[in-house]
């Protein structure tokens, strides 16, 4: 295999490797490890050039930092992708992406993400032992959804304490854009607190399941930004946070799982807090998963309980990002950037300017 060290700055390593019997073409970026080692996905794509796989690597790497820095897990970010398409996946490509992740030697620990899944993960883990979310009946912490569905949960709830003073949802309407793993969940948590739904989804399967399930009415993909309610949840697709689609917005409140919601980060959230929208930061709202996998690295190995006392946190973290915002008179997302930089500021203070930077798989 040939592996191809990238200078990329800001990055602490980056690499790319190449692996002429298998076909593997990967890169995998450790964006920051001040608080811990960098745990992100591994995502398979079948991407138009090395340039856009470097890109998304790079972006979501520094993604993780954010994330987990906020989320207090313990762990720094970074993240792996493979340029494949998804049909030609087999298990002798992920043992040589398993032995590129090896070279890491615990600085970068990988898991899910799009087009891997736990058979890919346990072919990944034979040649590494640094990677997670692999099933609890071999010692993992299993499928993330569930978690990422209960801590956008509470996460609403924080978000619409804030926006109405109190956190019944009780006879709320909630627009739900994707009843898919997790907002399927998410659904039903809302369901259960009284809240009236709407819901869209592309899979019929999910919206029959949505229509009979959550009693949900269903609207059509195109209509549910335009949906008169007091939450907008999206829980589908990135960048669905737009120049076209915040005019349309008849919420108070945009609260759901959904990765990289806004389209242009600072100018999309100008434009929500400037319509009165209160807007949960997607990386604060979405942690549960990472959360959870977290928990795995813990000395005594993976604890449910501890898990969800931790991502039940989300309320309190987003509370507290609420309370910069309005402080401040910035926007929701500059204030989860706020948060996080401070996180990683407290922890290079404590190591001291000389201090060598974190030692891998030692504190998460
Ligand atoms: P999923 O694929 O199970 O569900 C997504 C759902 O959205 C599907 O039912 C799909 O049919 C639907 N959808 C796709 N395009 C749509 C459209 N245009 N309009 C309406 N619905 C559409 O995925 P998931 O695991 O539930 O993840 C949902 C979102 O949450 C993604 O953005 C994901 O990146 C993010 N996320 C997931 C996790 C996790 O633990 N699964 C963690 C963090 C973030």
């Not at 949900?216 to 335009?226: H, L, N, T």
Request: a negative charge; hydrophobic letters at 40%; one cysteine or more.
């Amino acid at each position: 295999m040939n592996i191809t060290p990238l200078d990329v700055p800001g990055y602490e390593k980056v690499a790319r490797a190449e692996d002429p019997e298998t076909g593997l073409v990967a890169f995998i970026a450790v964006h920051n490890t001040a608080l811990g080692p960098a745990l992100g996905g591994m995502r398979l794509w079948n991407y138009r050039s090395e340039d856009s796989a470097q890109w998304d690597v790079l972006r979501l790497a520094r993604g993780m930092t954010f994330k987990s820095a906020v989320a207090r897990t313990g762990l720094g970010g970074g993240k792996s992708v493979i340029l494949a398409d998804p049909a030609d996946k087999s298990e002798r490509l992920f043992e040589a992406m398993g032995r590129f992740v090896d070279t890491f030697k615990g600085m970068y620990i990988t898991a899910e993400d799009v087009n891997v899944g736990v058979a890919d993960l346990m072919a990944v883990k034979k040649q590494t032992a640094h990677v997670t979310g692999l099933p609890q009946e071999v010692g993992g912490s299993g499928n993330p959804s569930p978690y990422t569905a209960r801590g956008t949960f509470v996460g609403i709830q924080a978000t619409v304490q804030a926006a109405f003073g109190s956190a019944d949802l009780d006879g709320r309407v909630v627009a739900l854009q994707g009843a898919g793993s997790v907002g399927f969940v998410v659904g039903q948590m809302l369901k259960e607190q009284g809240a009236k739904l709407y819901v869209s989804d592309v899979n019929l399967e999910n919206v029959e399941r949505a229509r009979e399930e959550l009693g949900a009415e269903i609207v059509e993909p195109a209509d549910i930004y335009g949906v008169e309610c007091d939450v907008y949840s999206p829980n589908a697709l990135g960048a669905t946070l737009n120049d076209k689609t915040i005019p349309n917005l008849k919420c108070k409140v945009v609260a759901g799982a959904a990765n990289n919601q806004l389209e242009d980060e600072d100018r999309h959230a100008a434009m929500l807090k400037g319509r009165g929208i209160l807007y949960a930061p997607d990386y604060v709202i979405n942690a549960g998963g990472i959360i959870n996998v977290s928990l795995e690295l813990q000395p005594g190995g993976y604890d449910e309980p501890a898990a969800c006392l931790k991502i039940d946190n989300i309320g309190q973290a987003l509370t507290s990002v609420y309370e910069t915002a309005k402080r401040e008179d910035i926007t929701t997302h500059a204030a989860a950037q706020e948060v996080a930089e401070a996180v990683l500021a407290e922890v290079s203070t404590a190591q001291g300017p000389d201090s060598d930077s974190h030692e891998a798989g030692t504190t998460a």
